[in-house]
Each structure stands twice: as C-alpha cells, then as structure tokens.
C-alpha cells in the first residue's frame, strides 16, 4: 500500500500540482505577478502527463482556448491575477452559458485598475456574483493553506465536473508565494461522464451541440430556469466551512483565505488570557455557508475581517439578517491587517458600553 508523501510546495506550485493530478489536459495562460509560478509549473510539468500547455497572446485569448477545451471533455484550466480575470468576464460567462466544466485560479492583487503586486482580497464581488452577464454563478472555493490550495484544486476539478459549471480557486498574493510542506494524494482523481454532451464526434450518435446563443422565444428564460436548479443544488450540498471554538463565544471572527490564518493567531493569543474567540471561516465562498451564523449566542457579536473594504460583510449580513451584531476591520490596496489591529478592535469591542468585561 502506497503511502503519500509531503514535498514542499508554493501555493502556486501546489495549485499546479494539484491540477495535473486530478486529470488537468489542457491549460492556456498568461503571465502576471503574483501567480507566475503557477504557469511556470504547467509550462515544465503539464505535458509529461500527456497534457497540452498554451501560453497564449492574452487573456482573453487563454479563456477562449479554455471554453474550445472544455467543449472538447478535456478538464480545461486557466489563472490569472486580478486585472487579467476582468479580462476573462465575457469568456467565463460564456462558458457558464454553455454549462461547462472549468477551473479558473485567481491569485488576487491590489486595485483597482492595474494596481500594485501586493496581495488583496478585493475581487470577492467579482468571483461571487459572476463577474460577466448575465444570471450565472461560479463555485468558488478559498483555500488557507498550501496544502489546503492543493486539496481544493483537486475538488474544483470535480465539482465543476458534476455540475458542469466552471469553478474557481480565490487566492491572494500571500498564499501564492509562501511555502509549506504539502501531502501528495495517491488517490486517483474523481471524473465525471462527458459522454452525454461533449463535442467528440459524432459518428454513430446524434451530435452534441454546446452553445451560449439562444434566439428562439423563450429558449433562453427555460436554460435559465435549468441553470437556477442546479445552482440551489449546489447551495443545498456544497457549501462548507472551517469552525473554531464557537460553543460559548461572544466575538466570532469571520474571515477566509490568508485573513484567517491570522485571524487564527489572534484567537489562540486572546483565548489564552480568557477571552470567549471564535472563528468562522467560509472555504467556498459561493456557495456561501449561511447555516454557520444559525446558532450562534444571543449575546453574540460577529468582526468581520477582510483585506477588502467588506465585500464579504455583505454576505455576513444576509447570513446573519439582523438577528445579531456585526463589525468590520478591512483594509486594502496591499495593506494586510496585522495582529495587533485585530487585538485592538477585539479589545475596543469588549470595553465599549454594554460590551463584554
């Protein structure tokens, strides 16, 4: 019996890995900092696994190869950062309109605009409500971790897979460059049947249409309607998220991706010194998991942390409805809340006028 083994990885090159070994065949790129390591990794490693690596002239050329791949059956990927995921939008909402599998990684920088190199949270909007036109979704998962960033890439591949919809990675600049040992699965990647609507000929068979264009009356409002079903499946069963020690607590940290690690610091250092610190922490962030902020204390108060300047808190809010209080410390631009700016706000929270003592 094999064993895995742990090698250590960027989050870049874990996400790369991570690919190639649920079955990834065919990956079109362009370069852009902060996650060049990852099209590095594809460019040297994608075609000893039979796959076939594009560098292609943009991104908007990359996605249109991606939805070409995709059509085809391969398990088609593609990653950028921030400004070259807006150029993506009308190819992603194209593939979605053609409901087919697709990963997209997005190591977000600071903006808007071509912005700086730093890391940011600020493209949760984007990711969440589609980004492109139309009424389309995306499953997005935000890992924490390297190894988290591996194990999720691999269940991207799936996920996108069972419910033909294109899935993406939302990581930052920090979780693109750090390292950390990762676990390599020996498990074989999970794979979904194409045989009923991928475009492989169609000798012997009626053939297969994929298509985004829908003139006929009401041909459009019906695959929509088709498109909601399957979007409140996904919401019903994959949804998920990271609990940390919310039995008894009166401040509930929500955070995700590089946030929460720090967040995760801050509540060991503060419930040393006695302090009731939880934590929430989205992994997919659509489907985003409302049922977490259910059963919370009535004396409970949600800090919402984010290197946005709440993007996020909107969805805490809709999760929440107004059955507690909320709070918010975000920055952006780059800017990366420390610590002690955590610790404060906590501390200001607790002395504030019927706060806790």
């Known amino acids: 019996m094999m064993n895995n083994k742990k090698i250590l990885l960027s989050g870049n090159e874990a996400i790369a890995r991570g690919a190639i070994q649920a079955g990834c065949g065919f990956y079109a790129g362009y370069p852009i900092t902060p996650q060049n390591e990852l099209i590095g990794y594809m460019s040297n490693h994608l075609r000893d696994s039979g796959g076939v690596f594009i560098q292609a002239e943009s991104e908007l050329a990359a996605i249109n190869m991606v939805y070409g791949a995709a059509a085809s059956g391969a398990r088609a990927m593609t990653s950028s950062s921030s400004p070259g995921i807006s150029l993506m939008q009308e190819g992603i909402s194209y593939i979605a309109g053609s409901a087919l599998p697709a990963v997209i990684v997005n190591i977000m920088r600071g903006g808007p605009g071509l912005g700086n190199i730093a890391p940011a949270q600020s493209d949760y909007f984007q990711a969440t409500r589609g980004g492109g036109h139309g009424d389309y979704r995306l499953i997005v998962l935000a890992p924490d971790s390297v190894q988290e960033a591996y194990d999720l890439t691999r269940e991207a591949f799936y996920l996108s897979d069972k419910y033909r919809v294109p899935a993406m990675i939302l990581g930052d600049g920090v979780l693109g460059q750090m390292m950390e040992p990762v676990e390599l699965s020996v498990k074989k990647a999970k794979m979904g049947d194409k045989s009923g609507w991928c475009l492989s000929g169609c000798q012997g068979r009626q053939p297969h249409v994929v298509k985004s264009f829908f003139l006929r009356e009401g041909e459009l409002e019906k695959f929509n309607l088709k498109l909601q079903k399957v979007y409140r499946r996904i919401e019903e069963k994959e949804a998920r998220c990271e609990e940390m020690f919310l039995a008894g607590a009166e401040i509930i940290l ?103 003592k």
């Open 254 to 356: 929500v955070a995700y991706g590089t946030m929460a690690r720090i967040a995760k610091s801050v509540i060991m250092r503060l419930r040393n010194e006695g302090k009731k610190i939880g934590l929430i922490r989205p992994v997919s962030l659509w489907p985003f998991p409302r049922e977490a902020f259910r059963a919370a204390g009535r004396n409970t108060e949600y800090l919402v942390l984010e290197m946005s300047y709440g993007q996020m808190l909107e969805d805490v809010r809709l999760a929440v409805a107004g059955r507690r209080k909320i709070e918010f410390l975000g920055r952006s631009g780059g800017g990366i809340l420390s610590e002690g700016e955590i610790i404060d706000k906590i501390r200001s929270l607790i002395r504030k006028p019927g706060g806790r």
